[in-house]
């Protein structure tokens, strides 16, 4: 009997551990336990918890399967908890550098283009482009109807355009090239003014 159990003790298998009967080790449930609903980090910024604790645990569980004192099993356990969580990152880090790239690349084509608006005295089109849809006209008017014939739209026109730095930007259309323009942020300012301390929609211009 006592050779046959230092059989048992001795023998292992091709991840270093013991083929004997041990118990698994807490560690190993964990990472597993938390790759399972990893998939949805993808989803709910909220779960990007659970393959960060996945990598973890996988990591102390091998550390603790492996050796010929290891007193726990667990590692193929722990391995593909890792794996699937690593995968998942490493997909989810992909996807979010294109979106990002995507986007940035969307946003500075539209501000070059909200600016030549302005370049061509065309401030009417650029003054509903930097509102929301809620607040751009709603009604089947061309756009002279919509300012000439309401003076309340007539006086957030002008009065948008005499703020800083838009009525700069105005006053020196001839002396600016939108070919030597770059987009270095883009940011949303919410406060209880239309623009914060930028006056151009979704670019930080910096202090003034």
């Known amino acids: 009997m006592a050779s046959s159990e230092v059989d048992i003790q001795s023998t292992t ?28 980090a993808l989803l709910f910024s909220v779960f990007w ?17 492996h050796g010929d004192e290891a007193q726990v099993t667990g590692a193929k356990i722990a391995m593909v908890g890792i794996i ?12 979010r550098q294109a979106y990002e790239h995507h986007m940035y ?8 283009n909200w600016m030549q608006l302005i370049k061509d005295n ?16 709603k009604e089947p008017v061309t756009l002279h109807e919509y300012y000439e014939n309401d003076r309340t739209h007539r006086l957030e026109l002008t009065s948008f355009f005499e703020e800083e730095p838009l ?20 940011e949303i300012y919410l ?18």
Do not use: Y
């Not at 690593?86 to 989810?92: E, G, K, Q, Y």
């Open 49 to 65: 918890l659970f393959p960060v604790v996945s990598l973890i645990a996988g990591a102390m569980a091998l550390k603790a399967c």
């Open 84 to 95: 699937v969580s690593a995968v998942l990152i490493s997909w989810a880090f992909s996807k």
């Open 13 to 40: 298998d091709d991840w270093g551990e013991s083929t004997g009967s041990k118990a698994i080790s807490p560690w190993a449930v964990v990472a597993i336990g938390c790759a399972i609903p990893s998939p949805l």
């Open 105 to 112: 690349s969307t946003s500075e084509a539209n501000f070059r």
């Open 191 to 208: 406060s209880g003014r239309p623009w914060n301390d930028s006056c151009i929609p979704g670019v930080r211009t910096g202090n003034r």
């Open 167 to 186: 009525n700069v930007l105005v006053a020196t259309t001839d002396h600016w090239d939108l070919d030597g323009l770059k987009l270095l942020s883009n």
């Open 122 to 137: 065309n401030l009417r089109k650029a003054h509903q482009l930097s509102q929301t849809i809620f607040t751009r006209g």
